[in-house]
């Protein structure tokens, strides 16, 4: 064993940068893979269809009773997206624990995407009243998608060095945004001409979302070539998952100012996840907007995010990453009131709906993530990023929870939608008290001439 990981160690160090951009270029297509199932499937077509199934399946009062648990059928996609993150927190730490003690992270991360476009592809069979076949495959293809990109993200520290690693992945970015459009477009130009294809609406939003577990499979090929596993060293392979997540919660709370930060993230972050997931279900069920409505509102967003991230960095320069976060949540807070006031029938406003969301969507979570890294001690970015991305997980249940519960409650997707406003207002309060110059000192850093 030290012999090997002496031969690793001499590769790793004649490794040129050639070897190290082949590597990157195949990390960069695990998003172009991935991005279509949180495109297509989980923002645009799923929600409505499986709300749709799951209302002609409910009984004469509107409610599914899955398991005996009475439930209202618009509430179903929000319940089985809450449980699906549930189920992907609980598997995390164990996958995460597995991939330190054995080095061998790729076999991972390729029973995690397999699983996940293996669900997705079998969606082609969710139609009638199939209900619980698709609230099943949701919380099995969204729980392995976030596994495999817990994994994903782990490689990016060993492709890139420090200089580096801000433009690798941002790239990676980059590329999930344009695959997600692409095959939009492609979802669009079926779902509208589906006649002409001899399809029913039914069958073309069908092969949509098994085209995005079979594009998901196929091209996740490429990382699964290129990327290569390195052996973990001794002290990461004895911890297992739990213990050291624990461990570092342990050492944030002798930094309760990055921890405060990190209550803020994670709660107008989930007001953020959950507008994401549950606006195609308000479009259609609301606002009584078609697919192809919500397909091009949709590629909207994805073009506008990158725009908007630039737009939302070049104001961080000039004013700071804190004030400029928190006029993005100033921004999100009044682009929910405007959808509550959204009238039906009417795709102009969606649009402009969509284009509020996009200009604010990328750049107030690459900004969160940047001013983080701040508030994260030297020496420490991997153990404080790991404990990031699984808080993450385990908080993005809440905003679909609520938004189930209201619309339960009152069966309004209006009142509904305007509850998650609650997610920005506490994030922007809780985010304005911390006072991030004093944060990044007390985490042992240089504090930036503007944050």
């Not at 099995?140 to 994994?151: D, F, G, H």
């Not at 004895?238 to 930060?261: E, I, K, N, Y």
């Not at 919500?294 to 990158?306: D, H, P, W």
Request: proline content about 4%.
């Amino acid at each position: 064993m030290g012999t090997d990981a002496v031969r690793e160690d001499a590769a790793d160090a004649a490794d040129g940068s050639g070897d190290r951009r082949r590597e990157q270029r195949g990390w960069y297509f695990y998003d172009w893979a991935c991005s279509v199932y949180s495109t297509s499937v989980l923002t645009v077509f799923l929600g409505p269809y499986l709300t749709s199934v799951a209302e002609s399946a409910a009984d004469g009062r509107g409610y599914v009773h899955p398991l005996g648990v009475p439930v209202r059928a618009g509430s179903f996609f929000a319940y089985s997206v809450s449980l699906s993150v549930i189920v992907a927190v609980l598997v995390m730490p164990l996958v995460g624990a597995a991939a330190d003690r054995s080095g061998r992270k790729k076999p991972l991360l390729g029973a995690a995407a397999y699983t996940g476009a293996a669900a997705t592809t079998a969606m082609f069979f969710l139609g009638g009243d199939r209900y619980l076949l698709g609230g099943a495959l949701l919380v099995v293809a969204n729980a392995a998608q976030s596994v495999a990109m817990m994994l994903y993200n782990s490689y990016l520290p060993q492709i890139a060095p420090p200089e580096e690693r801000d433009a690798v992945s941002s790239r990676g970015w980059a590329f999930g945004y344009a695959s997600g459009s692409l095959v939009l477009v492609a979802n669009l130009v079926l779902y509208t001409a589906h006649d002409s294809f001899g399809l029913s609406e039914g069958e073309a939003v069908r092969v949509c979302l098994a085209s995005a577990g079979l594009w998901w499979g196929a091209f996740a090929l490429i990382p699964l070539r290129r990327l290569r596993d390195r052996r973990a060293p001794a002290r990461q392979a004895s911890a297992p998952g739990f213990r050291q997540l624990a461990a570092t919660v342990r050492d944030m709370r002798r930094r309760p100012l990055t921890l405060a930060f990190l209550l803020a993230y994670l709660i107008y972050n989930d007001g953020i996840q959950t507008v994401i997931s549950q606006a195609s279900v308000y479009g259609s069920r609301e606002l009584g907007l078609g697919q192809s409505t919500l397909i091009t509102a949709i590629l909207l967003v994805q073009v506008l995010a990158v725009a908007g991230a630039l737009a939302l960095g070049a104001l961080a320069r000039r004013h700071g990453a804190k004030r400029t976060i928190l006029g993005s949540l100033a921004a999100w807070t009044l682009t929910l009131v405007a959808a509550y006031f959204l009238p039906a029938g009417a795709p102009f406003w969606f649009f402009v709906l969509a284009a509020g969301i996009g200009l604010v969507l990328g750049g107030s979570q690459a900004l969160s993530r940047s001013l983080f890294s701040h508030l994260v001690p030297p020496g420490k970015e991997a153990e404080y990023f790991s404990a990031y991305e699984m808080s993450d997980r385990g908080m993005s249940w809440l905003g679909p929870l609520l938004f189930g519960l209201t619309y339960q409650l009152t069966g309004s997707y209006r009142d509904a939608i305007i509850s998650l406003v609650a997610f920005f207002v506490i994030g922007f309060a809780l985010l304005a008290r911390v006072p991030v110059a004093r944060a990044i000192r007390d985490a042992g850093n240089p504090v930036p001439e503007r944050i």
